[in-house]
């Protein structure tokens, strides 16, 4: 399996629905994980920061799985604003600081 | 305000140059990152840091070279040993504690050879 394995999409969705996208990973040491959203031609900006099982932040979520070893995000409610790449960091080795993205879901918000 | 700062936002260059991209940082941030995309792709890492006088390579290394004399600073050459180097490079910086901490990018920098 690759380190870092995310589904490309596109995810095309109707302005007001809800959408999720998983991120599986190889490595299980870590126990932090993170989601950056990326704009077309920009930097990825934190979107998320995860250090348990869990994290809600008004209409998005990320859970981890870590018997299934996969990262997940949740869009509720979705704007056009959210169009984006959203890129997901998972568990690193622990006691390194290697960060290895994956390559990314493409979201489109339909109006 | 803090942040990280790469230098030029677009660099040309001729097949054959190396070129050196500057990546500066006034976090005080430990760690610090190279990566390269290219477009419809994912980051990937070239090159990282832990700490100053220390580097490690990362997936896509080869054609490229690093220093960290600063812990400030972390430029990045493409060398001509790079056979692609035409991409979207960019620098990032964490706390560094053993990747608990999130990312922060700069803008990056888009090289193009010809």
């Given at each position: 399996r690759k380190e870092v394995e995310q589904d490309p999409g596109p995810f095309n969705v109707p302005e007001g629905a809800t959408v999720a996208f998983n991120c599986t990973y190889s490595n299980s040491a870590s126990q932090s994980f993170f989601w950056y959203r990326q704009d077309c031609r920009k930097e990825p900006k934190l979107l998320m920061s995860v250090y348990s099982s869990g994290n809600e932040d008004g209409r998005f979520t990320a859970q981890l799985n870590r018997a299934s070893q996969y990262i997940s995000l949740l869009i509720r409610d979705?704007?056009?604003?959210?169009?984006a790449t959203y890129l997901c960091v998972p568990p690193?080795?622990?006691?390194?600081?290697k960060l290895t993205f994956g390559t990314g879901t493409r979201l489109t918000i339909i109006p | 305000d803090g942040g990280i700062t790469q230098s030029p936002k677009y660099l040309f260059r001729k097949e054959g140059q190396n070129v050196t991209l500057s990546c500066e940082q006034n976090l005080n941030h430990d760690a610090m990152y190279w990566y390269r995309q290219d477009p419809g792709q994912g980051l990937r890492l070239i090159y990282y840091s832990q700490i100053v006088n220390d580097f490690q390579k990362g997936d896509i290394a080869e054609g490229y070279s690093v220093s960290r004399?600063?812990?400030?600073s972390f430029p990045l050459t493409v060398t001509s040993a790079q056979k692609n180097p035409t991409a979207f490079y960019l620098c990032a910086s964490s706390i560094g504690d053993r990747g608990r901490s999130p990312l922060h990018f700069g803008n990056g920098t888009r090289l193009t050879v010809t």
């Open positions: 979705s704007k056009l604003s959210d169009s690193g080795d622990f006691g390194n600081e | 004399e600063k812990k400030e």
